[in-house]
Nanobody, 121 residues
Framework: QVQLVESGGGLVQSGGSLRLSCATS????????MAWYRQAPGKQRELVAS???????NYADSVKGRFTISRDNAKNTVYLQMNSLKPEDTAVYYC???????????????WGQGTQVTVSS
């Protein structure tokens, strides 16, 4: 069974930085897109950033220029470097991966359990 485990969340002051990591475990043949989502209290989960296997990235307008997503394909790990953090970035951040567990197998949409990021003003 595949697991995604996030780490790196915490409490930081406005203007500070955090780096989130998402490590995978289990039998993985390949991962297409890896992404970070976030969900603030009372709000819907939203896409923060995504990255394809060839390194193409996509960002939400609200984080462009402040956040950087990257991945290590050899380790099946994705990172999110968050700079110039704002109180409105406060949320639970979730790792997501579209992956296959075997050659030509179906794509599975896998999620981590989330890590809390709190930005104080």
């Amino acid at each position: 069974q595949v697991q995604l485990v996030e780490s790196g969340g915490g409490l930081v002051q406005s203007g500070g930085s955090l780096r989130l990591s998402c490590a995978t475990s289990g039998t993985i043949f390949s991962i297409n897109v890896m992404a970070w989502y976030r969900q603030a209290p009372g709000k819907q989960r939203e896409l923060v950033a995504s990255i394809t296997s060839d390194g193409t990235t996509n960002y939400a307008d609200s984080v462009k220029g402040r956040f950087t997503i990257s991945r290590d394909n050899a380790k099946n790990t994705v990172y999110l470097q968050m700079n110039s953090l704002k109180p409105e970035d406060t949320a639970v951040y979730y790792c997501n991966a579209d992956l296959r567990t075997r050659y030509r197998g179906p794509l599975f949409d896998s999620w981590g359990q989330g890590t809390q990021v709190t930005v104080s003003s």
